[in-house]
Protein backbone atom coordinates (compact mmCIF):
# COMPACT_ATOMS: atom_id res chain seq x y z
CA UNK A 1 0.00 0.00 0.00
CA UNK A 2 1.38 3.55 -1.25
CA UNK A 3 1.30 6.83 0.67
CA UNK A 4 -2.13 8.01 -0.84
CA UNK A 5 -3.81 4.54 -0.20
CA UNK A 6 -2.67 4.77 3.70
CA UNK A 7 -3.73 8.08 4.17
CA UNK A 8 -6.74 7.85 2.37
CA UNK A 9 -7.39 4.20 4.18
CA UNK A 10 -6.48 6.17 7.83
CA UNK A 11 -9.29 8.95 6.67
CA UNK A 12 -11.70 6.29 6.23
CA UNK A 13 -11.11 4.48 9.40
CA UNK A 14 -11.82 8.23 10.90
CA UNK A 15 -14.58 8.57 9.85
CA UNK A 16 -15.87 4.92 10.41
CA UNK A 17 -14.79 5.44 13.80
CA UNK A 18 -17.44 8.29 13.46
CA UNK A 19 -20.21 6.51 12.63
CA UNK A 20 -19.53 3.63 15.32
CA UNK A 21 -20.21 6.78 17.42
CA UNK A 22 -23.62 7.32 16.17
CA UNK A 23 -24.62 4.62 17.23
CA UNK A 24 -24.99 5.71 20.64
CA UNK A 25 -25.26 9.44 19.61
CA UNK A 26 -28.09 9.43 17.31
CA UNK A 27 -26.94 13.07 15.88
CA UNK A 28 -24.40 11.29 13.93
CA UNK A 29 -25.75 9.27 10.77
CA UNK A 30 -23.71 5.40 12.09
CA UNK A 31 -24.15 2.87 9.19
CA UNK A 32 -24.46 5.68 6.51
CA UNK A 33 -21.25 7.42 7.47
CA UNK A 34 -19.52 3.61 7.64
CA UNK A 35 -21.30 3.46 4.30
CA UNK A 36 -19.50 6.29 2.63
CA UNK A 37 -16.18 6.15 4.19
CA UNK A 38 -16.29 2.68 2.09
CA UNK A 39 -17.31 4.70 -1.25
CA UNK A 40 -14.21 7.43 -0.39
CA UNK A 41 -12.08 4.96 -0.41
CA UNK A 42 -13.50 2.45 -3.40
CA UNK A 43 -13.28 5.53 -5.76
CA UNK A 44 -9.86 6.44 -4.20
CA UNK A 45 -8.71 3.44 -4.69
CA UNK A 46 -10.38 2.76 -8.26
CA UNK A 47 -12.82 0.02 -7.05
CA UNK A 48 -10.12 -2.19 -6.84
CA UNK A 49 -10.10 -3.37 -3.43
CA UNK A 50 -13.86 -2.49 -3.00
CA UNK A 51 -16.02 -3.37 -5.74
CA UNK A 52 -19.72 -2.03 -7.26
CA UNK A 53 -21.59 -5.00 -5.94
CA UNK A 54 -20.30 -5.00 -2.54
CA UNK A 55 -21.06 -1.18 -2.09
CA UNK A 56 -24.28 -1.82 -3.32
CA UNK A 57 -24.88 -5.20 -0.77
CA UNK A 58 -23.24 -2.68 1.88
CA UNK A 59 -25.69 -0.02 0.86
CA UNK A 60 -28.64 -2.95 1.40
CA UNK A 61 -26.54 -3.65 4.83
CA UNK A 62 -26.75 -0.41 5.78
CA UNK A 63 -30.74 0.24 4.72
CA UNK A 64 -31.38 -2.54 6.97
CA UNK A 65 -29.78 -1.51 9.79
CA UNK A 66 -31.29 1.56 9.52
CA UNK A 67 -35.14 -0.14 9.44
CA UNK A 68 -34.31 -2.11 12.53
CA UNK A 69 -33.22 0.67 13.96
CA UNK A 70 -36.14 2.95 13.49
CA UNK A 71 -39.09 0.51 14.07
CA UNK A 72 -37.13 -1.74 16.95
CA UNK A 73 -39.23 0.75 19.17
CA UNK A 74 -41.90 0.03 18.10
CA UNK A 75 -41.62 -3.83 17.03
CA UNK A 76 -40.50 -4.23 21.03
CA UNK A 77 -43.84 -2.45 21.98
CA UNK A 78 -46.21 -4.51 19.49
CA UNK A 79 -44.48 -7.75 21.27
CA UNK A 80 -45.01 -6.62 24.59
CA UNK A 81 -48.96 -5.73 24.39
CA UNK A 82 -48.78 -2.36 23.20
CA UNK A 83 -52.18 -0.97 21.81
CA UNK A 84 -51.29 1.75 18.69
CA UNK A 85 -51.83 4.17 21.38
CA UNK A 86 -48.47 2.66 22.99
CA UNK A 87 -47.06 2.36 19.32
CA UNK A 88 -48.17 6.37 19.06
CA UNK A 89 -46.67 7.21 22.30
CA UNK A 90 -43.25 5.56 21.92
CA UNK A 91 -43.12 7.63 18.79
CA UNK A 92 -43.93 11.00 19.84
CA UNK A 93 -41.96 10.19 22.90
CA UNK A 94 -38.88 9.47 20.87
CA UNK A 95 -39.37 12.69 19.29
CA UNK A 96 -39.71 14.25 22.16
CA UNK A 97 -36.53 12.75 23.61
CA UNK A 98 -34.97 13.99 21.36
CA UNK A 99 -35.39 17.21 21.27
CA UNK A 100 -35.19 17.58 25.14
CA UNK A 101 -32.31 15.44 26.29
CA UNK A 102 -30.21 13.68 24.20
CA UNK A 103 -29.22 10.47 24.39
CA UNK A 104 -30.68 9.88 27.49
CA UNK A 105 -34.16 11.55 26.24
CA UNK A 106 -33.93 8.80 23.37
CA UNK A 107 -34.29 5.96 25.61
CA UNK A 108 -37.11 7.66 28.03
CA UNK A 109 -38.88 9.38 25.66
CA UNK A 110 -40.34 5.97 23.97
CA UNK A 111 -41.03 4.48 27.32
CA UNK A 112 -42.77 7.45 28.92
CA UNK A 113 -44.78 7.91 25.59
CA UNK A 114 -45.97 4.60 25.46
CA UNK A 115 -46.65 4.26 28.83
CA UNK A 116 -48.57 7.93 29.10
CA UNK A 117 -50.69 7.01 26.00
CA UNK A 118 -51.79 3.32 26.75
CA UNK A 119 -53.09 4.81 30.60
CA UNK A 120 -54.79 7.87 28.77
CA UNK A 121 -56.40 5.49 26.49
CA UNK A 122 -57.10 2.56 29.40
CA UNK A 123 -54.92 0.66 30.10
CA UNK A 124 -53.85 -0.45 33.81
CA UNK A 125 -50.25 0.89 35.02
CA UNK A 126 -48.76 -2.74 35.00
CA UNK A 127 -49.54 -3.51 31.28
CA UNK A 128 -48.61 0.07 30.20
CA UNK A 129 -45.65 0.21 31.61
CA UNK A 130 -44.99 -3.46 29.95
CA UNK A 131 -45.66 -1.93 26.93
CA UNK A 132 -43.04 0.73 27.60
CA UNK A 133 -40.30 -1.90 28.36
CA UNK A 134 -41.03 -3.43 24.76
CA UNK A 135 -40.08 -0.23 24.05
CA UNK A 136 -36.96 -0.55 25.81
CA UNK A 137 -36.28 -3.72 24.59
CA UNK A 138 -37.25 -2.87 20.79
CA UNK A 139 -34.43 0.65 20.96
CA UNK A 140 -31.84 -1.75 22.77
CA UNK A 141 -32.48 -4.61 19.96
CA UNK A 142 -31.81 -2.12 17.34
CA UNK A 143 -28.58 -0.59 18.46
CA UNK A 144 -27.00 -3.70 19.22
CA UNK A 145 -27.89 -4.78 15.65
CA UNK A 146 -26.91 -1.83 14.40
CA UNK A 147 -23.63 -2.35 16.05
CA UNK A 148 -23.52 -5.29 15.15
CA UNK A 149 -24.03 -4.49 11.12
CA UNK A 150 -21.50 -1.48 11.33
CA UNK A 151 -18.92 -3.77 12.92
CA UNK A 152 -19.50 -6.34 10.31
CA UNK A 153 -19.09 -3.86 7.50
CA UNK A 154 -15.48 -2.42 9.05
CA UNK A 155 -14.63 -5.93 9.09
CA UNK A 156 -15.15 -6.37 5.13
CA UNK A 157 -14.03 -3.39 4.68
CA UNK A 158 -10.36 -4.21 6.27
CA UNK A 159 -10.43 -7.49 5.03
CA UNK A 160 -11.17 -6.27 1.00
CA UNK A 161 -8.29 -3.82 1.56
CA UNK A 162 -5.57 -6.28 2.80
Known amino acids: MDVFHTIV ?3 VLLIMLGGLSGIVLPII ?5 IWFG ?5 ICDGFESISWLLLLI ?4 TIFSLVLDYFGGVIGARKFGATKWGVVGSIFGGIGGFFMGGIVGIIIGPFLGAVLLEIA ?3 DFANAFKSGVGTLVGFIGG ?6 IGVIMIGIF ?3 VF
Open 9 to 11: FII
Open 29 to 33: PSTPL
Open 38 to 42: ILIYA
Open 58 to 61: LALL
Open 121 to 123: FGK
Open 143 to 148: VISKLV
Open 158 to 160: IWK
